[in-house]
């Protein structure tokens, strides 16, 4: 098992542009989540997923889409890149939702938008 | 809303001293569940324990220890004998337990996080 990649680790855009935060699993888990942790903020829920074709969006969802079209992959995109959105990107997924289970997170993805 | 406190931003003991991280919680649920993670310098998040609300008995593994109190909203860590390995972000959590609702609500709301420096 893999557990939870992310791809990439690092990624400088410039203002304006577009790109896609990849997150995979292989746990077969129904859950799916994007958290940002900024510093001093702790990790905000951007967007999550119960199952595939069913998404919602968290605390902070402004400027992402996400979608789920199977089980294993939930990307994150992001449509114009503004420096705010420079972040530390993490994907977790879980068995499935409001059961406690332990949530995997992925290693992280260290977003610098200039 | 949820909200999780972890007043202490940042903690620096010497190596072997005991210290305690605190956390308070914010939910109107009545059914819930509480987490507690680690996040080394390395970066990852690891995850150290789960509690759920029905059950209050304080769980102890190894060197670290958590005191779960219903009644004061409260979820502290506590680490014994602390070792340099032990310095990390930890953070505590908190999600309802239940069936998926939508509305934003289905997520971990974390705390900002304890900073704890063991110094040798």
């Known amino acids: 098992n893999a557990g939870v990649t992310q791809t990439p680790k690092f990624q400088v855009l410039k203002t304006g542009q577009s790109m896609t935060l990849q997150c995979a699993q292989d746990?077969?888990?129904?859950?799916m989540s994007w958290y940002r942790q900024d510093p001093g903020m702790g990790l905000r829920l951007i967007h999550y997923?119960?199952?595939?074709?069913i998404t919602d969006q968290g605390e902070v969802p402004n400027g992402y889409n996400v979608s789920r079209s199977t089980t294993e992959d939930f990307p994150l995109r992001l449509l114009s890149a503004a420096p705010s959105q420079t972040s530390v990107y993490f994907c977790?997924?879980?068995?499935?939702w409001g059961q406690g289970y332990e949530q995997y997170f992925g290693p992280g993805t260290r977003l610098t938008v200039t | 809303a949820q909200k999780v406190t972890q007043a202490q931003t940042e903690i620096s003991v010497v190596e072997k001293e005991d210290v305690t991280l605190d956390c308070v919680y914010e939910?109107?649920?009545?059914?819930?569940?509480l987490f507690w993670y680690k996040q080394p310098p390395s970066g990852e998040l690891v995850f150290l324990i789960r509690r759920n609300s029905f059950d209050e008995q304080n769980e102890i593994s190894g060197r670290y220890s958590w005191n779960f109190q219903k009644s004061t909203s409260s979820f502290n860590f506590t680490i014994t004998a602390s070792q340099v390995v032990d310095s990390a972000v930890y953070f505590c959590?908190?999600?309802?337990?239940?069936?998926?609702?939508?509305?934003?609500?289905?997520?971990?709301?974390f705390g900002k996080g304890t900073h704890l420096i063991i110094q040798p």
């Open positions: 959590a908190l999600s309802p337990r239940g069936m998926y609702s939508g509305g934003g609500a289905d997520g971990l709301t």
């Open positions: 939910t109107r649920d009545t059914t819930y569940y």
């Open positions: 746990m077969n888990h129904e859950y």
């Open positions: 977790a997924s879980s068995t499935t």
């Open positions: 997923s119960v199952g595939a074709g």
